[in-house]
T-cell receptor
Framework: DADVTQTPRNRITKTGKRIMLECSQTKGHDRMYWYRQDPGLGLRLIYYSFDVKDINKGEISDGYSVSRQAQAKFSLSLESAIPNQTALYFC????????????FGPGTRLLVL | QKEVEQNSGPLSVPEGAIASLNCTYSDRGSQSFFWYRQYSGKSPELIMSIYSNGDKEDGRFTAQLNKASQYVSLLIRDSQPSDSATYLCAVKAGGTSYGKLTFGQGTILTVHP
């Protein structure tokens, strides 16, 4: 089974709709991240969380919100989706102790019409 | 100026050649440096990390770091078609940025038979 899972894997929605992307991990990591990837722009950090009570904005947080429901779960919400939020979204995890490697989920491909 | 910038691609090399991927960063206090590989339609996976000036070798991969010049590179020797992917450079800043990474825009590498 995958250590970092994301649901849904693909989503089509309409402008103005609220949607939630979910991330779960079984790696026991305390740190979790949400990125979006656009062609030619690499990965850009939306939000990150170093534990359940610590949530921080990344470089492109406008239009997004997050919830860390448990150490293993980190959700990303688009309150009112707009077409320029069409992108590939990745969740990642890392451990605060023993290494800095980030492990990525399989990604969610989102299309906002 | 982007915080992390990679050489523009795409880069095409023949099988068996050396592929050279370059990355520069703007934060002189950066501490840790990573190369991720991303196959088309897949999530990024870590292939190399480097923390000290000099070279670090792992099989056919060599990471090179020069903090004075603020660049990090990845050499792939005896390139194989299976190395065809997008390579992402990631940099962890110093200070209180904890595990937060900044990614470059990626370089697409194609190894042709």
């Amino acid at each position: 089974d995958a250590d970092v899972t994301q649901t849904p894997r693909n989503r089509i929605t309409k402008t103005g709709k609220r949607i939630m992307l979910e991330c779960s991990q079984t790696k026991g990591h305390d740190r979790m991240y949400w990125y979006r990837q656009d062609p030619g722009l690499g990965l850009r950090l939306i939000y990150y969380s170093f534990d359940v009570k610590d949530i921080n904005k990344g470089e492109i947080s406008d239009g997004y919100s997050v919830s860390r429901q448990a150490q293993a779960k980190f959700s990303l919400s688009l309150e009112s989706a707009i077409p320029n939020q069409t992108a590939l979204y990745f969740c990642a995890t890392s451990a605060s102790q023993g290494g800095e490697t980030q492990y990525f989920g399989p990604g969610t491909r989102l299309l906002v019409l | 100026q982007k915080e992390v910038e990679q050489n523009s691609g795409p880069l095409s090399v023949p099988e068996g050649a050396i592929a050279s991927l370059n990355c520069t960063y703007s934060d002189r206090g950066s501490q840790s440096f990573f190369w991720y590989r991303q196959y088309s339609g897949k999530s990024p996976e870590l292939i190399m990390s480097i923390y000290s000036n000099g070279d670090k070798e792992d099989g056919r991969f060599t990471a090179q770091l020069n903090k004075a010049s603020q660049y990090v590179s990845l050499l792939i020797r005896d390139s194989q078609p299976s190395d065809s992917a997008t390579y992402l450079c990631a940099v962890k800043a110093g200070g209180t940025s904890y595990g937060k990474l900044t990614f470059g825009q990626g370089t697409i590498l194609t190894v042709h038979p």
